[in-house]
């Protein structure tokens, strides 16, 4: 199982990087692992083409080694913080793509306006107050901007996303890149529409259904 569950963390890791949501080793993926508070990390320094189920660590959610020969990703500690936060999350996705990074380093919001984003990510995707890369700071300004949804861009750094498993935590980092570049485009000229505040409202109560009943 938790050979299953590296590997998962492997193949993901590969992908974000071969469909160029990262380069080279930036990023992390991670999934919570059956013993308390530990989770299987992707290490840092290797590249992410090369990455094998063998390579990823496992280590507590403040980053202490358990079992794994490289050293854990240095955003440990801004998983771990996630999955302490949040029981229902089973994985954590951090990367650097293109149009979310650009919200990001402007500091902008996604707001909600298609209904996809509300019903999967939990509505507008916020952004968390700058903090460095690695710190403690950035672990916390992340789990408190992220709140009860499914996807949070980092202040002038990237995304994270969460997920029932690896694939799922992807799809989210995927989904989160394609809505900041539509919101990019149709904000680049007068009169991009938001959807109307009693919609995302009622969808809003719709994400917390699903999400209550395992997740959407
Ligand atoms: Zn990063």
């Excluded at 974000?16 to 930036?26: E, I, N, P, T």
């Excluded at 403040?62 to 801004?78: F, T, V």
């Excluded at 799922?168 to 109307?196: F, K, N």
């Amino acid at each position: 199982m938790a050979l299953g569950l590296k590997a998962a963390v492997a193949e993901v890791a590969r992908t974000m990087h071969r469909d160029g949501l990262v380069v080279g080793s930036a990023g992390n993926v991670s999934a919570r692992a059956e013993g308390e508070s530990t989770m299987h990390i992707t290490p840092t320094r290797v590249p992410y083409a090369d990455l094998q189920a063998e390579h990823v660590v496992t280590v507590t959610f403040a980053g202490d080694p358990i079992e794994g020969e490289g050293l854990p990703s240095s955003e440990s500690l801004m998983h771990g913080a996630i999955y302490a936060a949040r029981p229902d999350v089973q994985a954590v996705v951090h990367a650097h793509p293109v149009h979310a990074s650009a919200m990001a380093v402007r500091r902008e919001s996604i707001p909600a306006f298609v209904d996809e984003q509300v019903v999967y990510l939990g509505g507008e995707v916020a952004v968390s107050s700058y903090a460095p890369a690695a710190s403690k700071d950035l672990a916390e300004r992340a789990v408190a901007a992220l709140g009860e949804r499914r996807a949070v861009l980092l202040a002038n750094h990237g995304t994270l996303t969460v997920g029932r498993d690896p694939v799922d935590a992807l799809e989210m980092t995927r989904l989160t890149e394609r809505l900041a570049h539509i919101w990019l485009l149709a904000s680049s000229r007068p009169g991009a529409q938001r959807l109307p505040r009693d919609l995302v409202d009622a969808e809003i109560e719709l994400y917390r259904m699903m999400q209550s009943e395992g997740g959407v």
